[in-house]
């Protein structure tokens, strides 16, 4: 597997990527993503890994779109996971089912948007 791509975080809300010496967006870091790159968001002041957050805003902006994957329904019931589940369990669940669901070629979604 890659070296993580070493991303900063700066006071002023930016991103900035240290292997391209500039400036990013967070569709940027969804093009990392997508483009299967292992992008490691660290924020400079401190230090800290903020990586699952930018992660979960990169979800957000996606979910804004008319592309949205994410339920209302499934949403609530992702929250009230956090309650009646271990995280371990409810992460490799969930995990092992959206690998089968691509491996599976994502089936089923294009006959469901079409209804």
């Known amino acids: 597997m890659s070296e993580p791509r070493l991303i900063k975080k700066y006071p002023n809300r930016r991103l900035y990527d240290t292997e391209l010496s500039r400036y990013i967006t967070i569709e940027d870091v969804r093009g990392l993503i997508a483009a299967h790159a292992r992008p490691r968001i660290i924020e400079q002041r401190s230090g ?23 339920s209302e329904a499934f949403l609530a019931e ?5 309650d009646l589940a271990p995280a371990a369990t409810t992460a490799a669940h969930l995990e092992g089912s959206l690998r089968a669901f691509l491996a599976a070629g994502g089936s089923g979604g294009a006959e469901q948007r079409r209804s």
Request: hydrophobic fraction near 45%.
């Open 48 to 70: 800290r890994d903020i990586t699952r957050s930018v992660l979960l805003q990169v979800i957000a902006e996606q979910e804004l779109g008319t592309a949205a994957r994410l």
């Open 78 to 82: 992702l929250i009230r996971s956090y």
